[in-house]
């Protein structure tokens, strides 16, 4: 395959990771369900970032498919029915997220304090986020000082081994 036909296949190849938001955002404004609209416009807000910061692709891919189960896990209310379901989603969220921020704020590979510093603050805030949500979207969000403390340990557990991973593919890919 020439150099164009392969860019341009690895292009059609990454629809599906900067773009199922936005399309699962439309199917479920469709069917008027407007909290899961929400929930899926920050998944695109995600896949978009990623994107257009040049985060590696691997990166993306990940960052775009865990935004997304976490999304459709809430829809099919996989967090409710499995208790312990959204501690490996904290993990991984809030890792990758971690990595996708601070790549954003620094524009070039960021260093795994930053890292990690980054997820300790957007695990907070998450759970800010769920606080805000169960007294201004739906009381059913859940909000038990344990589970705040297990998240936020989720998260922070998640961002060490996200920075781990990205300080590795550091050393090994530079970024002009």
Known sequence: ??????????????????WSGLALAAGFAITGLWVEVAVSMLVALAQVVAWRSGLPARWEIATSLVCLVAA??????LYEKLPWWDLPVHAALTGLLAVLVARVLHRSRPTAARVITTGALLAVVWELMELAGHHWVDP????????????????????MVAALLWGRGAAATKVP
């Open 140 to 159: 059913t969000v859940y909000i038990a000082p344990a589970d705040t403390l297990t998240d936020l340990l989720a998260g922070l557990a998640g961002t």
């Open 1 to 18: 395959m020439s150099g164009r036909a392969a860019g341009v296949a690895r292009s059609v190849a990454m629809l599906p990771v900067r």
């Open 72 to 77: 459709i896990s809430s829809f099919l209310l």
